[in-house]
């Protein structure tokens, strides 16, 4: 009878959340009495059909100040961050390890509300490394990609991102050839809501590749937007060890670097040049035996540089025909012998050959440079 009586109180409960004007009229009962009291119920509860109840009206009030709070006042906007930070830090953040083990789908609701208070700034990646719950975040690229969720990818991206997040302990979880496998799967199914963030993810890792490399060895910083230089910068004395596993992955890179979304053309173009900096070997041996789909996407640049995009583009096929460049420089100083298609690199200097007359300067240099590159590197077939 208690436990029936406990369901419905917090099924009407729940009811409640649903209505925002009463949740934000009533906002000093519900952050200061409702929210701790949850949180207490939560932990000492043995029904996992309240566990869940107690962690969906959690989520469901956080959602409606988070979602509410620039239709406050700037008073009590400032007040009720404060306080809802406070509950977070002290509530929630310690419950988090016993969420993400609980029975499904606890766990996905958790993991889905931290990432929401990271990216709000209601929790830190401080928080993640003080709770040493990093290695069970990557945990998901471990298990069938199928079953992931999109916030299993946006949380590794937080903490890959973040400054304070030392590269040795990614380095030691050894997921980046995962991480890979993660970007072909997505890719091959067209899971367009987890190409941003799991680019984004392969670049966090690449920008800690090699230390400072990046940016020491960067001609030309405009290919890369400064964050990651700033970042390449932050990262100069530390590495990670399996960073030449993405070598494997540069046909996925080139082929989203022609995708019609510029912001994904664009996070994968950064990709391609960034991974030749710090894997120079294996992602050589990834582009130019990629030669057709570089061929495909430098003609999809070309045709978009015409149009209302041509800033992102343009940036994109500036970075590809660089990206040719230090590959036929790699190739030919470490005498390296692969099956490259003769009849793709005649198309593609062709195409790079085109553009040298391009109106864009940065676009004419960078053409004019693959070209001089191409026509030394040896044709096999």
């Known amino acids: 009878a208690k436990d029936d009586f406990q369901i419905t109180l917090l099924r009407v409960l729940e009811s409640v959340t649903m209505e925002a004007s009463t949740v934000l009229e009533h906002s000093e009962i519900f952050i ?18 309240a566990r869940f109840l107690c962690l ?35 509530h929630f953040l310690p419950l988090y390890p016993m969420l993400v083990e609980d029975e499904d789908p606890i766990p996905a609701y958790a993991q889905k509300l931290l990432v929401m208070l990271l990216e709000f700034n209601f929790a830190q990646v401080s928080d993640i490394l003080h709770l040493k719950m990093v290695s069970q975040c990557f945990e998901f690229l471990l ?98 060890g399996d960073i ?43 582009l130019l035996t990629s030669a057709s789909t570089v061929t495909t996407v430098l003609e999809s640049c070309c045709l978009r540089c015409q149009g209302p995009e041509m800033g992102v583009y343009g940036l994109v096929l500036q970075r590809l025909l660089h990206a040719l460049s230090l590959a036929c420089q790699e190739y030919r100083s470490q005498a390296m012998i692969l099956s490259i298609s003769g009849a793709e690199i005649t198309k593609i200097e062709t195409l790079a050959s085109n553009l040298r007359s391009s109106t864009i300067p940065c676009i004419a240099d960078a053409a004019s440079g693959a070209c001089l590159e191409l026509r030394r590197l040896p044709r096999c077939a």
């Open 56 to 90: 969906k009206i959690i989520f469901d009030l956080i959602v409606v100040f988070l979602n509410e709070m620039p239709s406050l006042s700037e008073h009590q906007n400032d007040q009720t961050w404060k306080e809802l930070k406070s509950i977070c830090e002290t």
């Open 244 to 286: 030449a596993d993405f070598g494997c992955n540069m046909s996925a890179f080139l082929d989203l670097s022609g995708s019609n979304e510029a912001n994904i053309a664009d996070l994968a173009s950064e990709c391609v040049i960034l991974l030749l900096k710090v894997a120079a070997r294996e992602a050589t041996t990834g």
């Open 143 to 240: 298990s069938d990609l199928s079953c992931a969720n999109v916030n299993n990818v946006k949380l590794c991206l937080s903490l890959a991102s973040a400054p304070e997040m030392e590269t040795k302990i990614l380095s030691e979880l050894t997921v980046v050839r995962r991480i890979g496998n993660l970007l072909e799967f997505v890719n091959a199914k067209q899971m367009e809501d987890f190409l941003e963030p799991t680019l984004g993810l392969c670049k966090a890792f690449i920008m800690r590749g090699r230390g400072g490399r990046i940016t020491n060895q960067m001609k030309d910083l405009s290919l890369v937007n400064d964050a990651a230089a700033a970042i390449g910068s932050f990262y100069q004395h530390q590495c990670i």
């Open 32 to 49: 200061s009495k409702v929210l701790p009291s949850l949180s207490i119920l939560y932990k000492g509860n043995k029904d996992g059909d």
